[in-house]
């Protein structure tokens, strides 16, 4: 295929305007449809996982099986399965996430509150992942021949395949063990709460994205224009960013947006190696509890989460490389 | 304070904390805080961030640590003695046929936010426990048999049962039917008022974050503290909890100075910490039942008495306790805790003897394989299954008991519930031989739900009209302590004949505490400390 | 010759550990579940590796777990691969409706975190091995099969595809006879990564306590135990998480080499795309 040759982004706006609009319309449609079959899939296989909510919230309070059957009926969940889903359907179309049954209040409150420790830490992963996937990526693409590509790309390895549990717990290790010579205390402390756990799941995040970095760099520099770009005099700084990086990201945002989807609909191993509140331990004990609202909630997040962002990515890579556009 | 690029600020505002370069910038101001500190604060660590804190609704130990010193109870019980003494009732007599309880408030009583103690805030209290849709999850069941609150005047109110229940004043004196101010129950209503919560206690309450601290202020108006009190009023002027859930972390934190006050050590940090001379450590027994498992009789093979018997010498306990708790814990002896009950857990447990164990089983035809290695009779190995809760070290001790069990020959297969729910399943199902599971408590009630016969955590399958009657008896047809005493004391050995159950450990709660803080001390049900005690030392 | 290049250190700890797993019985000096004195004591000769926070042999616990950590992941992929290829195949040689289902369900079923996707599977089934290995197996299929069905509609479109069709070819045929054969390499590649993820998912359960019996040495509760030791005894976590990282990588390299000599333009990193989701 002989390349188009680069327009301002202005172009790619245009190219959405025309079908576009359409087929973002359509997108929403099923973006929405791909977040309320996820929730009823969840929806369904809770209520045929065994573990009666009622009793396990009651456990602690030696209640008699009389004044269970009253709260039963009273909560609504002595109704058929069919009627309860339509109920919570109708409350989920209202915005209404439910009520937590373990501790009363509404599910949307409780997510709120965990939500800022997610988002604190997802978003600290997701900056030092990116920065890190880059460095990695164009390192193991450009000195591919040298040694520091070739150890870019073994810790980019590493980086996909070393499981949070390990990583997680060698980090803490190394952290008690300098907490042993340290004299700053207070401030290796709170390094454990936000930087260690960051740095950890970042790590895992960077190396999928130099990979992809990494085979999109080698791509487009194989590319003729690069030839012409060089030909017609441009900055080799200059090229290699413009001409080379930027159709190379298209692919790199998509990886980027699951991941971004992934991170901030809560980590549960980092969450539980680094005894960190958030997303992920409290869907975690909502399974266990079987406070089903909960578990729904976060579904509903996670969910719209993948779906948002993989829309986002689209969007976004037909305005770094209006080709795509043309493509689709 | 200084200012945040602005592409930043929703999040300080959010999370209190900054990403990266910024975090490390924080890290040092946090530090330089911290030794600012105002003396007269200290910071009490807690070991896992509730659900939920609100005494009447939720029902986690942990949030009575803080909410103990915010709320005063009707009548409290002396630690020291056992006995029930006046709280914010003055006195209070019980009818001839133990139904109906009347208390007399104390007059002199104000809330936090002013509003008078009288009978209608005792009404409002209980109503507001018992009304179904607020789903308390404790403080409803500790009432019983409560039919119906009657104010007789303002500062006489009359608790009105449809049948007599001993451990109703045990109740009474537990934070979670402490008394919280009518108006602020009103104001904010489940859910909301765990955040601003208003009690007469010692301290008053400022704020609750969650998953990050507590925030408890002395109250300078407080004078009605019960007897035993040692101190008319709080002494330090300020206490914040906060939450230390990884139990490698507490001390560190106690040691790097971040708190004065931690527990739930492991016992190897605790007995390091023993040993230095700026820590003290108190080991507080919590009373109610031992880490405990119950044989199941309903099937085979433990139905037969001389199995559960062989399979009960056949643990070392005190090479279980040893191994996963260390220095610290008493082995129990039967099935309550013997700090607490002393007067009813009398005889101890047999002795481990493995090859007696053998012996037994041989005797009634469970003999060795030698080509499997398991005992077999009638071509049926001896297949065990044990369930264990996944909370406080009974997976460790389900392994150890599993590990015994497998080394007289029988094939074990151990599980560990995830959660509640689990258990109650698998207790639906039948299919096990032994199970664990036990529950904290000051009033030997507490058994009557695991061995009555309809009783909810009847894990054994247990139905003896004589258990019945014991339980019936002690809990409904006398007050008289001694006499109820005696009747456990007979429930004890009955459950210690049949072999019911394989006791382990009585739980002990390790906490240190700085050496400069002195008056440490802690109620009846253990974890509870009397904030209102605590100072510095001179 | 074809071995240029091969990863000797990858392939020389999967033999390894493959001959530990099979020979465990005969290899481990102790039984890895009966304690044999005090906790975390440290090595001496009777214990090669000193015993674990319940006094048991710490060596022989870590060479029965090759058998077990082993073992669920390569039943898990089985299952995984197997169904996942089956409806990839299908879908690629059925390209109207039945593919755009398939490719729907997969797409919702990836919207849903893959851990609560298997702890949903646990939460069913209770926990246990066969529960962990049946929810990474189930867990598995939306991604493997999405990655199986690219590979294959690519193969389809080719030429030599066209001219079994014309020559009158059944639909089954071809699918067996050209598309599965001629995806080849890099089907066994993508196929070689996906244990590497059903090996990290499988302990990452484990890992969570989802084991069932902690008292089975596994790797991946091993690490969990562990954990609570750092300050006393960091090996009892360290040494079964370096087992795990080791095997994951070993895996991993062994599909990309394999990857790569058959496309060594694609350099792998599509395989891998599904990236680490067990955080």
Same mark, same amino acid.
């Given at each position: 295929?002989?390349?188009?040759?680069?327009?301002?982004?202005?172009?790619?706006?245009?190219?959405?305007?025309?079908?576009?609009?359409?087929?973002?319309?359509?997108?929403?449609?099923?973006?929405?449809?791909?977040?309320?079959?996820?929730?009823?899939?969840?929806?369904?296989?809770?209520?045929?996982?065994?573990?009666?909510?009622?009793?396990?919230?009651?456990?602690?309070?030696?209640?008699?099986?009389?004044?269970?059957?009253?709260?039963?009926?009273?909560?609504?969940?002595?109704?058929?399965?069919?009627?309860?889903?339509?109920?919570?359907?109708?409350?989920?179309?209202?915005?209404?996430?439910?009520?937590?049954?373990?501790?009363?209040?509404?599910?949307?409150?409780?997510?709120?509150?965990?939500?800022?420790?997610?988002?604190?830490?997802?978003?600290?992963?997701?900056?030092?992942?990116?920065?890190?996937?880059?460095?990695?990526?164009?390192?193991?693409?450009?000195?591919?021949?040298?040694?520091?590509?070739?150890?870019?790309?073994?810790?980019?390895?590493?980086?996909?395949?070393?499981?949070?549990?390990?990583?997680?717990?060698?980090?803490?290790?190394?952290?008690?063990?300098?907490?042993?010579?340290?004299?700053?205390?207070?401030?290796?402390?709170?390094?454990?709460?936000?930087?260690?756990?960051?740095?950890?799941?970042?790590?895992?995040?960077?190396?999928?994205?130099?990979?992809?970095?990494?085979?999109?760099?080698?791509?487009?520099?194989?590319?003729?224009?690069?030839?012409?770009?060089?030909?017609?005099?441009?900055?080799?700084?200059?090229?290699?960013?413009?001409?080379?990086?930027?159709?190379?990201?298209?692919?790199?945002?998509?990886?980027?947006?699951?991941?971004?989807?992934?991170?901030?609909?809560?980590?549960?191993?980092?969450?539980?190696?680094?005894?960190?509140?958030?997303?992920?331990?409290?869907?975690?004990?909502?399974?266990?509890?079987?406070?089903?609202?909960?578990?729904?909630?976060?579904?509903?997040?996670?969910?719209?989460?993948?779906?948002?962002?993989?829309?986002?990515?689209?969007?976004?890579?037909?305005?770094?490389?209006?080709?795509?556009?043309?493509?689709? | 304070?200084?200012?945040?690029?602005?592409?930043?600020?929703?999040?300080?505002?959010?999370?209190?904390?900054?990403?990266?370069?910024?975090?490390?910038?924080?890290?040092?101001?946090?530090?330089?805080?911290?030794?600012?500190?105002?003396?007269?604060?200290?910071?009490?660590?807690?070991?896992?961030?509730?659900?939920?804190?609100?005494?009447?609704?939720?029902?986690?130990?942990?949030?009575?640590?803080?909410?103990?010193?915010?709320?005063?109870?009707?009548?409290?019980?002396?630690?020291?003695?056992?006995?029930?003494?006046?709280?914010?009732?003055?006195?209070?007599?019980?009818?001839?046929?133990?139904?109906?309880?009347?208390?007399?408030?104390?007059?002199?009583?104000?809330?936090?936010?002013?509003?008078?103690?009288?009978?209608?805030?005792?009404?409002?209290?209980?109503?507001?426990?018992?009304?179904?849709?607020?789903?308390?999850?404790?403080?409803?069941?500790?009432?019983?048999?409560?039919?119906?609150?009657?104010?007789?005047?303002?500062?006489?109110?009359?608790?009105?049962?449809?049948?007599?229940?001993?451990?109703?004043?045990?109740?009474?004196?537990?934070?979670?039917?402490?008394?919280?101010?009518?108006?602020?129950?009103?104001?904010?209503?489940?859910?909301?008022?765990?955040?601003?919560?208003?009690?007469?206690?010692?301290?008053?309450?400022?704020?609750?974050?969650?998953?990050?601290?507590?925030?408890?202020?002395?109250?300078?108006?407080?004078?009605?503290?019960?007897?035993?009190?040692?101190?008319?009023?709080?002494?330090?002027?300020?206490?914040?909890?906060?939450?230390?859930?990884?139990?490698?972390?507490?001390?560190?934190?106690?040691?790097?100075?971040?708190?004065?006050?931690?527990?739930?050590?492991?016992?190897?940090?605790?007995?390091?910490?023993?040993?230095?001379?700026?820590?003290?450590?108190?080991?507080?027994?919590?009373?109610?039942?031992?880490?405990?498992?119950?044989?199941?009789?309903?099937?085979?093979?433990?139905?037969?008495?001389?199995?559960?018997?062989?399979?009960?010498?056949?643990?070392?306990?005190?090479?279980?306790?040893?191994?996963?708790?260390?220095?610290?814990?008493?082995?129990?002896?039967?099935?309550?805790?013997?700090?607490?009950?002393?007067?009813?857990?009398?005889?101890?447990?047999?002795?481990?003897?493995?090859?007696?164990?053998?012996?037994?089983?041989?005797?009634?035809?469970?003999?060795?394989?030698?080509?499997?290695?398991?005992?077999?009779?009638?071509?049926?190995?001896?297949? !065990?299954? &044990?369930?264990?809760? #996944?909370? /406080?070290?009974? +997976?460790?001790?389900?392994? $150890?008991?599993? %590990?015994?069990?497998?080394?007289?020959?029988?094939?074990?297969?151990?599980?560990?519930?995830?959660?509640?729910?689990?258990?109650?399943?698998?207790?639906?199902?039948?299919?096990?031989?032994?199970?664990?599971?036990?529950?904290?408590?000051?009033?030997?009630?507490?058994?009557?739900?695991?061995?009555?016969?309809?009783?909810?955590?009847?894990?054994?399958?247990?139905?003896?009209?004589?258990?019945?009657?014991?339980?019936?008896?002690?809990?409904?047809?006398?007050?008289?302590?001694?006499?109820?005493?005696?009747?456990?004391?007979?429930?004890?050995?009955?459950?210690?004949?049949?072999?019911?159950?394989?006791?382990?450990?009585?739980?002990?709660?390790?906490?240190?505490?700085?050496?400069?803080? !002195?008056? &440490?001390?802690?109620? #009846?049900? /253990?974890?509870? +400390?009397?904030?209102?005690? $605590?100072?510095? %030392?001179? | 010759?074809?071995?240029?290049?091969?990863?000797?250190?990858?392939?020389?700890?999967?033999?390894?550990?493959?001959?530990?797993?099979?020979?465990?019985?005969?290899?481990?000096?102790?039984?890895?579940?009966?304690?044999?004195?005090?906790?975390?004591?440290?090595?001496?000769?009777?214990?090669?590796?000193?015993?674990?926070?319940?006094?048991?042999?710490?060596?022989?616990?870590?060479?029965?777990?090759?058998?077990?950590?082993?073992?669920?992941?390569?039943?898990?992929?089985?299952?995984?691969?197997?169904?996942?290829?089956?409806?990839?195949?299908?879908?690629?040689?059925?390209?109207?409706?039945?593919?755009?289902?398939?490719?729907?369900?997969?797409?919702?079923?990836?919207?849903?975190?893959?851990?609560?996707?298997?702890?949903?599977?646990?939460?069913?089934?209770?926990?246990?091995?066969?529960?962990?290995?049946?929810?990474?197996?189930?867990?598995?299929?939306?991604?493997?099969?999405?990655?199986?069905?690219?590979?294959?509609?690519?193969?389809?479109?080719?030429?030599?595809?066209?001219?079994?069709?014309?020559?009158?070819?059944?639909?089954?045929?071809?699918?067996?006879?050209?598309?599965?054969?001629?995806?080849?390499?890099?089907?066994?590649?993508?196929?070689?990564?996906?244990?590497?993820?059903?090996?990290?998912?499988?302990?990452?359960?484990?890992?969570?306590?989802?084991?069932?019996?902690?008292?089975?040495?596994?790797?991946?509760?091993?690490?969990?135990?562990?954990?609570?030791?750092?300050?006393?005894?960091?090996?009892?976590?360290?040494?079964?998480?370096?087992?795990?990282?080791?095997?994951?990588?070993?895996?991993?390299?062994?599909?990309?080499?394999?990857?790569?000599?058959?496309?060594?333009?694609?350099?792998?990193?599509?395989?891998?795309?599904?990236?680490?989701?067990?955080?």
């Amino acid at each position: 295929m002989v390349p188009l040759p680069y327009r301002p982004s202005i172009r790619a706006v245009k190219l959405m305007d025309n079908r576009g609009a359409k087929a973002i319309s359509k997108k929403m449609l099923d973006g929405i449809f791909t977040v309320f079959a996820a929730v009823s899939v969840v929806f369904f296989s809770l209520r045929l996982a065994a573990g009666d909510p009622l009793e396990i919230l009651l456990s602690q309070g030696l209640a008699t099986r009389a004044q269970i059957e009253e709260l039963r009926v009273a909560l609504g969940l002595d109704r058929p399965l069919f009627s309860q889903y339509l109920d919570f359907l109708r409350s989920l179309l209202r915005g209404d996430l439910g009520k937590s049954l373990y501790t009363g209040r509404p599910v949307i409150s409780l997510i709120k509150e965990q939500y800022p420790q997610t988002i604190e830490l997802a978003f600290s992963a997701l900056l030092f992942a990116i920065g890190l996937g880059l460095v990695l990526g164009v390192a193991g693409a450009i000195l591919k021949q040298s040694h520091i590509g070739k150890i870019a790309e073994f810790i980019a390895n590493v980086g996909i395949s070393l499981p949070v549990s390990f990583t997680g717990i060698l980090a803490l290790f190394l952290w008690l063990q300098a907490l042993h010579w340290a004299t700053l205390e207070a401030l290796l402390l709170s390094l454990k709460d936000l930087l260690l756990p960051a740095l950890i799941l970042g790590f895992a995040s960077a190396g999928a994205l130099a990979k992809v970095v990494q085979s999109g760099l080698a791509g487009s520099l194989r590319e003729p224009y690069m030839l012409a770009a060089r030909a017609r005099g441009i900055r080799p700084r200059w090229r290699f960013i413009w001409h080379a990086l930027r159709p190379s990201l298209p692919p790199v945002l998509s990886i980027a947006a699951l991941e971004a989807a992934f991170l901030f609909s809560g980590t549960v191993i980092t969450e539980t190696v680094f005894a960190r509140p958030g997303l992920g331990r409290m869907l975690v004990n909502a399974i266990l509890q079987g406070d089903y609202a909960i578990v729904q909630g976060i579904v509903v997040l996670a969910a719209a989460l993948y779906v948002f962002t993989q829309a986002l990515s689209e969007i976004l890579s037909i305005i770094l490389d209006p080709r795509l556009a043309r493509q689709q | 304070m200084f200012t945040f690029p602005s592409i930043f600020r929703p999040l300080w505002k959010a999370g209190h904390r900054v990403p990266f370069s910024l975090a490390l910038l924080v890290g040092l101001l946090l530090s330089a805080c911290s030794s600012m500190e105002e003396p007269l604060s200290i910071v009490y660590g807690l070991t896992l961030a509730p659900s939920g804190i609100d005494p009447h609704i939720n029902a986690s130990a942990e949030l009575g640590i803080p909410l103990s010193s915010v709320y005063d109870t009707l009548i409290y019980q002396n630690p020291d003695s056992g006995e029930f003494v006046p709280g914010l009732a003055e006195k209070w007599t019980i009818s001839e046929d133990a139904k109906t309880y009347t208390f007399y408030l104390r007059q002199d009583v104000i809330f936090h936010d002013d509003t008078a103690f009288n009978a209608a805030a005792v009404k409002a209290n209980i109503d507001y426990v018992i009304n179904p849709d607020h789903l308390s999850q404790k403080a409803r069941f500790m009432l019983g048999p409560l039919e119906r609150i009657e104010v007789i005047d303002t500062f006489t109110v009359v608790f009105h049962l449809r049948e007599p229940f001993a451990p109703l004043l045990d109740s009474l004196a537990q934070v979670y039917l402490g008394m919280a101010s009518p108006s602020a129950l009103e104001e904010w209503g489940p859910g909301d008022y765990q955040f601003h919560q208003v009690g007469t206690g010692p301290y008053r309450f400022v704020e609750y974050v969650v998953n990050d601290h507590i925030t408890l202020e002395k109250n300078p108006d407080y004078a009605w503290g019960p007897e035993f009190f040692n101190n008319k009023e709080a002494q330090i002027a300020k206490v914040i909890f906060r939450f230390y859930e990884d139990s490698a972390t507490r001390s560190v934190a106690l040691e790097s100075g971040e708190v004065d006050i931690i527990g739930e050590l492991p016992p190897q940090d605790a007995q390091r910490l023993a040993a230095l001379e700026d820590f003290d450590l108190y080991p507080i027994p919590i009373p109610g039942q031992p880490l405990q498992y119950f044989f199941n009789v309903e099937v085979e093979p433990t139905n037969d008495l001389q199995v559960r018997q062989a399979l009960l010498q056949a643990v070392d306990r005190q090479f279980i306790v040893e191994t996963v708790f260390g220095a610290f814990s008493p082995v129990a002896e039967g099935p309550l805790t013997n700090d607490h009950f002393e007067d009813i857990v009398l005889d101890p447990y047999t002795s481990y003897d493995p090859e007696i164990a053998g012996e037994l089983l041989d005797e009634i035809g469970w003999v060795i394989d030698e080509d499997q290695g398991y005992r077999l009779r009638d071509g049926e190995i001896l297949a !065990l299954h &044990l369930i264990v809760p #996944s909370w /406080g070290s009974n +997976p460790e001790v389900g392994q $150890l008991i599993s %590990a015994a069990w497998e080394n007289i020959g029988a094939q074990v297969t151990l599980e560990v519930a995830p959660g509640f729910g689990k258990l109650r399943e698998a207790q639906g199902e039948g299919n096990y031989q032994a199970i664990g599971l036990n529950f904290f408590g000051t009033d030997a009630d507490l058994l009557r739900s695991f061995y009555s016969t309809d009783g909810l955590f009847n894990w054994s399958g247990v139905q003896d009209s004589r258990v019945e009657q014991l339980l019936t008896q002690a809990s409904q047809a006398t007050l008289d302590p001694d006499r109820r005493v005696k009747l456990y004391q007979e429930l004890t050995s009955l459950i210690h004949q049949e072999a019911l159950l394989l006791p382990i450990r009585d739980y002990v709660n390790l906490v240190a505490a700085r050496s400069s803080i !002195l008056g &440490l001390r802690y109620s #009846s049900q /253990g974890w509870f +400390p009397y904030l209102i005690d $605590l100072q510095f %030392a001179p | 010759m074809i071995l240029r290049g091969a990863p000797i250190l990858s392939v020389g700890w999967l033999i390894l550990i493959t001959i530990v797993a099979v020979g465990a019985p005969v290899l481990a000096p102790l039984d890895p579940q009966q304690p044999l004195g005090p906790p975390l004591s440290y090595p001496a000769q009777a214990s090669f590796l000193g015993t674990d926070s319940l006094g048991r042999d710490l060596l022989s616990r870590l060479i029965f777990g090759t058998r077990f950590s082993l073992s669920i992941a390569l039943l898990a992929s089985a299952i995984t691969i197997s169904v996942g290829t089956l409806f990839g195949l299908t879908a690629a040689v059925f390209p109207g409706l039945f593919d755009r289902i398939m490719l729907w369900a997969s797409n919702t079923l990836l919207a849903i975190p893959g851990l609560l996707l298997a702890m949903l599977v646990v939460a069913r089934t209770g926990t246990g091995l066969a529960s962990v290995v049946f929810a990474i197996g189930i867990g598995g299929i939306p991604g493997f099969l999405r990655l199986s069905r690219a590979l294959f509609i690519q193969i389809r479109s080719q030429a030599f595809i066209s001219s079994a069709v014309a020559l009158g070819g059944s639909k089954l045929w071809i699918a067996r006879f050209h598309i599965l054969p001629n995806a080849g390499p890099r089907y066994i590649s993508i196929s070689t990564i996906h244990i590497a993820w059903a090996f990290l998912g499988a302990t990452s359960l484990t890992f969570l306590g989802f084991a069932g019996d902690p008292s089975i040495p596994e790797w991946g509760s091993m690490l969990n135990t562990g954990r609570s030791f750092l300050n006393q005894a960091p090996h009892l976590a360290i040494l079964p998480g370096f087992a795990i990282s080791a095997t994951i990588m070993a895996i991993q390299s062994l599909g990309r080499w394999i990857s790569h000599i058959s496309d060594p333009l694609d350099a792998g990193w599509r395989s891998s795309q599904s990236g680490n989701r067990n955080r």
